[in-house]
């Protein structure tokens, strides 16, 4: 979580909403993003896509069984969808997202029967230091 | 539709399951694609995912609120989230999704407090041809 962490605060730096991701599998970190969608005029360029994408082609598969995700802040249904495509095997997220959160809130999707694949969950971890640079960003462009 | 059944039909020829997807803005086609996960190592890319990065890198920019997605089968959960991020404007699909959907089953993503945009929705377009291909395509998997 502290390289997760690190991948947030590169975002916040870069004016995008500080949120980073890593894929590990076993001991080896795969991957590591962060959230960057203005910088790539890519809508679903979250930390957790970017980390996916970028832990499969460097494992040339589509499948992630092996891999876990460590993730700042609690996935949307987007990136919870992309979880359960990839197969990840353990995902540990940080803060809740209330608003936005697709996992203890909203859709709750990996406990809907149209989700295939279903990751061990460990939530919480790091959660304070992960909303703090969320708070910190919010309030800093709420005042510019 | 027309061209993300074609889309659908190239992913079948290749050994993906056959699923289009087209971002068009106004009267102009601004990206087409079809369904690749296993072709580009990458389990994002559904055709919906595809086209819509395809379509924000061609405008430059992250959101495409003056842009229609039309896809050849109902969008699921990470292809829901991802068509909300990016802001598209309508939403044409083909054929229902029962076992994988988001849009009329399972999550109902659109319909979700945590959903922050929902597009207009219109369901059936070319579903007798988008589910036809579909079958086809499992049914041969299955017998050979």
Not at 46 to 67: K, P, Q, S, T
Request: glycine share 10%; charged share 25%.
């Amino acid at each position: 979580m502290r390289q997760a962490l690190d991948a947030a605060r590169d975002a916040a730096a870069r004016g995008e909403v500080p949120v980073g991701a890593v894929v590990v599998r076993g001991d080896e970190v795969v991957a590591v993003a962060a959230n960057a969608p203005r910088a790539l005029c890519d809508p679903t360029a979250h930390a957790e896509v970017l980390a996916i994408r970028a832990a499969a082609r460097a494992l040339g598969r589509d499948r992630l069984e092996d891999c876990d995700l460590w993730v700042t802040l609690e996935p949307c249904a987007m990136c919870a969808g992309a979880i359960a495509h990839a197969r990840i095997a353990r995902l540990y997220y940080g803060a809740d997202d209330a608003k936005g959160g697709a996992v203890e809130h909203g859709p709750r999707f990996f406990a809907q029967p149209t989700c295939h694949h279903r990751p061990e969950v460990y939530a919480g971890i790091g959660a304070g230091e992960s909303a703090a640079l969320l708070r910190g960003f919010f309030s800093t462009r709420r005042a510019s």
